[in-house]
């Protein structure tokens, strides 16, 4: 992997709310009404004018994104992809890559130099945190590769074991 790349790739522990980034990636749900783990965390922290912006929006369907304001985030804004349900068809790794590459476009597109995502469909949704690490940092490698105006790309995970994994993995990239 590039050197110049890695170097614009950071693994951190802690809480994705209290970064202060152009954009935080939110793991949500189609309706993206909030809900549990990250979804909700950042919901309450964003404060109830991120649920009146959602309602708006409409939903969002599997592997896509959407952005909006982060009212009362450090960030900037807030980035919702819905990740798949793993089931272990390969269709899955194809939704969760789009996850990462649409939400990687929305925060270019909109010239943020810095994004921060949580471990998407690790929570309740089942993935496997070693592949989806593998899909989350490869898909971005990539996408980095190809130019960016993102300058940053952060994952920030909950749980030691997930925090392990990730820096793993960038270690042998």
Same mark, same amino acid.
């Given at each position: ?8 790739? @950071? ?8 970064? @202060? ?27 109830? @004018?991120?649920?009146? @912006? ?120």
């Amino acid at each position: 992997m590039d050197k110049k790349i890695l170097e614009s790739i @950071e693994i951190r522990q802690g809480d994705i709310t209290k970064l @202060e980034v152009g954009a935080i990636v939110n793991a949500a749900n189609k309706s993206l009404l909030g809900g549990g783990g990250v979804d909700g965390a950042i919901h309450r922290a964003a404060g109830p @004018e991120l649920l009146t @912006e959602c309602r708006s929006i409409g939903g969002c369907p599997t592997g896509e994104a959407r952005i909006t304001r982060g009212y009362d985030l450090p960030a900037r804004y807030v980035i919702h992809t819905v990740g798949p349900v793993y089931s272990g068809r390969p269709q899955d790794s194809q939704l969760l890559t789009q996850c990462y590459l649409n939400s990687l476009r929305l925060a270019s597109d909109h010239n943020l130099a810095s994004v921060a995502f949580p471990a998407i469909s690790c929570g309740v949704y089942g993935y496997p945190i070693k592949d989806a690490c593998k899909i989350a940092i490869d898909t971005t490698c990539n996408f980095l590769k190809a130019g960016s105006y993102l300058k940053k790309v952060i994952f920030i995970l909950f749980s030691d074991d997930n925090y392990n994994t990730y820096m793993d993995y960038l270690k042998s990239s």
